[in-house]
Nanobody, 120 residues
Framework: QVQLVESGGGLVQAGGSLRLACVAS????????MGWFRQTPGKEREYVAE????????AYAQSLEDRFTISRDNAKNTVYLQMNSLKPEETAVYYC?????????????WGQGTQVTVSS
């Protein structure tokens, strides 16, 4: 079973950038498609982006307006989320997720999350 550990969260001013990373262990990373989600208190977890097992296919939530980029490095067992032009309403806990052996369907494995705070 894969374990996921996120890092890179923190405090940033509105309009700033952050790069999140998620390192996977305990599985063959290239077998897993990966995703990023976010959640604020009192709200449901929200889909942000995903990337297929090879890294050749990505998808994003429409609300992101091309400000975020997901990528992966299979040699480093790591998936990244580059976030630019951040907005205060994007303050949330950001979670990394994985699904084994396919590029569609629900995600099965989740990290503990990393806090992103965007100040106005």
């Amino acid at each position: 079973q894969v374990q996921l550990v996120e890092s890179g969260g923190g405090l940033v001013q509105a309009g700033g950038s952050l790069r999140l990373a998620c390192v996977a262990s305990g599985g063959t990373f290239s077998w897993y498609s990966m995703g990023w989600f976010r959640q604020t208190p009192g709200k449901e977890r929200e889909y942000v982006a995903e990337i297929n097992r090879s890294g050749g296919g990505t998808a994003y939530a429409q609300s992101l307006e091309d400000r975020f980029t997901i990528s992966r490095d299979n040699a480093k067992n790591t998936v990244y989320l580059q976030m630019n032009s951040l907005k205060p309403e994007e303050t949330a806990v950001y979670y990394c997720a994985a699904r084994r052996g396919r590029d569609y369907g629900p995600f099965e494995y989740w990290g503990q999350g990393t806090q992103v705070t965007v100040s106005s």
